[in-house]
């Protein structure tokens, strides 16, 4: 069984709003764009005021011409400007994303490093993702969406992976989300991570510039590999590298050397710390995907539970004032243990 969102209008005079169908059914609904909507694209848009239709369905009807602004048709990358009315098309959902949407995610706040009218900084534990999607119901923004209410607008300002920890910003109006992407698109934000490698990390490797190939597996998992500067496919991808400490090798405990490191990324790409470090013959300790299976195995026994990855300190200039921001996460407490001291 499907559920309707919306149904096909009955006629009406242009300029007119659009009445009710006329079976009781829902109708094609307008949406009059806010401020903080402005300068959206399209589909984004749309993906929030149609929870639960699918990414390829919501193109659809975009590329239909059912989707209109101000009457007139539009393309999925048209940003769209407070005033405007989106005509929202009656859309079919199943019976289990329809049960989804009923049922949101638990409402959950997170530890705070900063907080003003304009963004959210938190640190994010491990084991959270950011968002739903990929097998995930929810997660992070839905969940603070819902301890939030009233908050008229929550947006991611960019990612980290699920396995990682550490310092998240999300934007509280659609101006300070625009002035921060912008930032880490310009390469304006300095990102750095702290990951424990295995092995001892050659102190003179400081730069690492080799592209970044995404693919896909046969069973649809998504992989990243360097590839060659002459591949079409390959992303420049930068990764600067400072070795804060390093750990003998501890031959009676079965284990090699390790360094932790600070990794400064220049650049965004899908898993690039991890196939950066990886590629260098010095794994992140407990990455599952790129990682030392059989020493991962080792780890977890002694009670490395996950990837030794966390998003350690973010500097980037405030989207009201300008002032320039330094956060700084702490290791959290299933990592600190395993850190190398200082020497």
């Known amino acids: 069984m499907k559920h309707i969102i919306g ?14 169908a006329a079976s009781g059914a829902p109708a094609a609904r307008l949406i009059g764009v806010d401020a903080d909507s402005a300068g959206q694209r399209l589909d984004n848009f749309l993906l929030r005021h149609l929870k639960g239709v699918p990414k390829t369905h919501v193109y659809r009807i975009i590329r239909s011409g059912e989707v209109r602004i101000n009457k007139g048709r539009a393309s999925a990358d048209t940003r769209v ?17 329809a049960e989804k949407a009923e049922r949101p995610a638990p409402a959950r706040e ?35 969406r819902q301890a ?25 109006k659609r101006s300070a989300l625009t002035h921060l992407q912008d930032q ?22 400081k730069v690492i510039d080799s592209p970044l190939h995404k693919y896909l597996q046969a069973d649809g998992e998504r992989r990243v590999r360097v590839t060659t500067p002459d591949d079409p496919d390959g992303m420049r991808s930068i990764t600067l590298v400072k070795v804060r400490s390093t750990m003998e090798a501890r031959p009676d405990e079965g284990l090699p050397a390790f360094s932790l490191l600070e990794v400064t990324i220049k650049t965004g790409r ?10 260098q013959g010095h794994p992140i300790a407990g990455d599952e995907k790129y990682g030392d299976f059989d020493l991962n195995r080792r780890l977890h026994k002694q009670g490395l539970k996950r990837m030794f990855l966390h998003a350690w300190r973010l500097q980037f200039n405030h989207p009201a004032s300008g002032e320039r921001i330094a956060l700084l996460a702490p290791l959290p407490p299933d990592l600190a243990p395993f850190a190398p001291p200082a020497p």
Not at 270 to 279: E, F, M, P, W
């Open 110 to 144: 997170f530890p705070l490093l900063l907080e003003d009218e304009h963004l959210i900084a938190i640190d994010k534990p491990a084991g959270t993702a950011v968002h739903g999607g990929s097998g995930v119901s929810f997660g992070v923004i839905e969940q603070l």
């Open 184 to 205: 880490f698109r310009e390469r304006e934000t300095g990102k750095t991570y702290l990951a424990l490698v295995i092995g001892a990390w050659p102190a003179n490797k």
């Open 81 to 97: 400007q407070e005033g405007d009315q989106v005509r929202l098309p009656p859309v079919r959902v199943s019976d289990k994303i």
């Open 270 to 279: 899908t898993h690039q710390i991890r196939v950066h470090l990886a590629s």
């Open 7 to 20: 149904a096909k209008p009955a006629s009406h005079r242009p300029g007119h709003p659009v009445p009710p």
């Open 148 to 172: 939030r209410p009233q908050a008229k607008f929550l947006e991611l300002v960019h990612r980290l992976d699920r396995e990682t920890s550490g310092i998240l910003l999300v934007a509280k």
